[in-house]
């Protein structure tokens, strides 16, 4: 993210979990999760939903 972003984003934040959840969120706003669409993000993904 800190390579895509650069100065855009102030903290990027890992929380280690179990049962294989992924989840992002920006801003306290979720952009994805694996749980709900039962998947993993696509390459590039995640950028584009962050960019919307």
């Known amino acids: ?11 990027v ?3 280690a979990g179990s049962g294989g959840v992924f989840e992002v969120v920006v801003d ?4 994805f999760s ?4 039962r998947r ?4 590039g993904e995640i950028v ?3 960019r919307r």
Do not use: C, H, S, W
């Open 1 to 11: 993210m800190k390579q895509e972003f650069g100065r855009e984003i102030d903290e």
């Open 13 to 15: 934040e890992l929380i």
């Open 28 to 31: 306290g706003t979720p952009v």
């Open 34 to 37: 694996k749980k709900q669409l």
């Open 40 to 43: 993993f993000p696509e390459p």
């Open 48 to 50: 584009r939903l962050i």
